[in-house]
Nanobody, 127 residues
Framework: QVQLVESGGGLVQAGGSLRLSCAAS????????MGWFRQAPGKEREFVAA????????YYADSVKGRFTISRDNAKNTVYLQMNSLKPEDTAVYYC????????????????????WGKGTLVTVSS
């Protein structure tokens, strides 16, 4: 069982930056691929970024590539999402998710494959 708690959301002006954190409980955090997803008002949840449990592989949605960076610190059981050059269309609730996998290189953006979800943190980007 893994519990995920997101933090770091808030209100920021367009062009600004935020760093989201996702703290995970459990001793097996390092065997989980991790992902960030988001859901804007009135829209479906969408993939943002993912990272393998080794940290060696990452995967991004085209809409955030070059602006967002996902990283993890397995010693701290934490995954991060650094968001730069934020746009109003990035406004959403951001969710952290974990997927258990035996492969250190495995990474996926498929929300249906995720085993655990956090409750989300709201990011609002003003124009």
């Amino acid at each position: 069982q893994v519990q995920l708690v997101e933090s770091g959301g808030g209100l920021v002006q367009a062009g600004g930056s935020l760093r989201l954190s996702c703290a995970a409980s459990g001793r097996t955090f390092s065997s989980y691929a991790m992902g960030w997803f988001r859901q804007a008002p009135g829209k479906e949840r969408e993939f943002v970024a993912a990272i393998s449990w080794s940290g060696g592989n990452t995967y991004y949605a085209d809409s955030v590539k070059g602006r967002f960076t996902i990283s993890r610190d397995n010693a701290k059981n934490t995954v991060y999402l650094q968001m730069n050059s934020l746009k109003p269309e990035d406004t959403a609730v951001y969710y952290c998710a974990a997927q258990q996998t035996p492969d250190s290189w495995y990474v996926s953006g498929f929300s249906g494959g995720m085993d655990y979800w956090g409750k989300g943190t709201l990011v609002t980007v003003s124009s």
